[in-house]
């Protein structure tokens, strides 16, 4: 009879962190869907801005196409959609914040939370250069390389799928930073063995460059280089202060 007391106790923890991970991702799947029922009325004005770079860089003869006769109807939407996401993951993240902070110590909370808002606002800054930066250049850069005797015109889902990777791979490469500075604040590497190792990170980082954008170089560099720069910085964030240092002081003045 004890022992059955017991395995049900034990189970109940477990059970309540699987309900309320249960409740989490409903709550960020509903304020996605949302999201999503209200930016799908002006999936057509969404994508004729994302447009907007490439059209500006367009010949005069030139025009966007739909090769795929669901294309114009699917193109929009997807990009409603993604765009919903993106808008929903401060909300989507403040939920797993609630879901893992009460296992946190307090020292780690004063951190995890600055590094959290930090996270996303560079994310948004990566998606913003890209749109507002590298879509003139590479879009600029692609309408104007071609044969003078080739009608450029670029396919609607092909420009999206083009579009939707710059702004994932600036968007994670805009948290190069955190990610830096969680790798030595964790212990994992030294501040010191990270840096000796940058010739090869920045041989890393422009392979990274290579495979999340379009096969052309100017692409490529426009990443990497930004890549190479947040790195440098999360070096010198995590040198300058550690959490185990704050840890530190707390112990001493107790």
Known sequence: MTDSTNSKSNDMPLLSHLIELRTRLLRSVLVIVAIFIGMAFFANELYE?????????????STL?????????????????????FIAMPFVLHQAWMFISPGLYKHEKSFAVP???????????????AYFVIFPIIFGFLSSIGPQDVNYLPDINSVLSIALKLFFAFGLAFEIPIATMLLIW????????????RPYTVVGIFVFAMLLTPPDMISQVLLAIPMWILFELGLIFAKAYSPKKAETTEQEDL
């Open 49 to 61: 801005w994302l447009s907007k770079p490439l059209k500006e860089a367009l010949p005069e003869s």
């Open 65 to 85: 196409i739909a090769i795929d006769v669901t294309a114009p109807l699917f193109a929009p939407f997807k990009l409603a959609f993604v765009l919903a996401i």
């Open 115 to 129: 590094l959290l808002i930090s996270s996303i606002i560079l994310f948004y800054a990566g998606i913003a250069f």
């Open 186 to 197: 964790s212990g994992l590497v030294s501040h010191q063995k990270l840096a000796n190792t």
